[in-house]
Antibody, heavy 121, light 108 residues
């Protein structure tokens, strides 16, 4: 079964850091691009970042650029999101999603259940 | 930056056809993907590359893309189709993924 399981969320004070992880199973992890997508309470989906299969291409939404860093460890079938200088507006459910193909522009065909990040003092 | 515009809500009676639109400048030049999200659940891909369906998605779900508008069409709507629907593209010029604001489908 293809599965993505996020972890690492929690309550954090503004300005602090948090690292999210996504454990992948059931597919050849290094054959696909991966994404982080977030959803603030009661709001729509917002793309955060993506990374190509070999980490050669990475991009970030303007709202997180310079503060968040995406990475992957293909040997561990894992995706990460290092989040620094967190702000209240980063409060959201963070989803890990798998690209349907190797290319970055393919659809996201598998999603995890998400991990909640709350930024508050 | 590239913007995708969706109507906030669409209502349809069971058995009828729902059409959910996604507007964007020359969107026909892009591959459009559609996701269904039910309350408390993760999004599910229902249409990719404008009009293809992943395995397991009913044939009632179809997509089209022309000019400045992409459309997700749900035929013979069922109560279980009630959800939020999001369109998505990849803006190659800025290497960003863009989501539409979402459309809430209500089955009357």
């Amino acid at each position: 079964e293809v599965q993505l399981v996020e972890s690492g969320g929690g309550l954090v004070q503004p300005g602090r850091s948090l690292r999210l992880s996504c454990a992948a199973s059931g597919f050849t992890f290094d054959d696909y691009a991966m994404h982080w997508v977030r959803q603030a309470p009661g709001k729509g989906l917002e793309w955060v970042s993506h990374i190509s299969w070999n980490s050669g291409s990475i991009a970030y939404a303007d709202s997180v650029k310079g503060r968040f860093t995406i990475s992957r460890d293909n040997a561990k079938n894992s995706l990460y999101l290092q989040m620094n200088s967190l702000r209240a507006e980063d409060t959201a459910l963070y989803y890990c999603a798998k690209g349907r193909e190797l290319s970055l522009f393919s659809a996201m065909d598998v999603w995890g259940q998400g991990t909640t990040v709350t930024v508050s003092s | 930056s590239y913007v995708l515009t969706q109507s906030p809500s669409v209502s349809v009676a069971p058995g009828q056809t729902a059409r959910i639109s996604c507007g964007g400048n020359n969107i026909e030049s892009k591959n459009v993907h559609w996701y269904q999200q039910k309350p408390g659940q993760a999004p599910v891909l229902v249409v990719y590359d404008d009009s293809d369906r992943p395995s397991g998605i009913p044939e009632r779900f179809s997509g089209s893309n022309s000019g400045n508008t992409a459309t997700l069409t749900i035929s013979r709507v069922e109560a279980g189709d009630e959800a939020d629907y999001y369109c998505q593209v990849w803006a190659s010029s800025i290497n960003h993924v863009i989501f539409g604001g979402g459309t809430k489908l209500t089955v009357l």
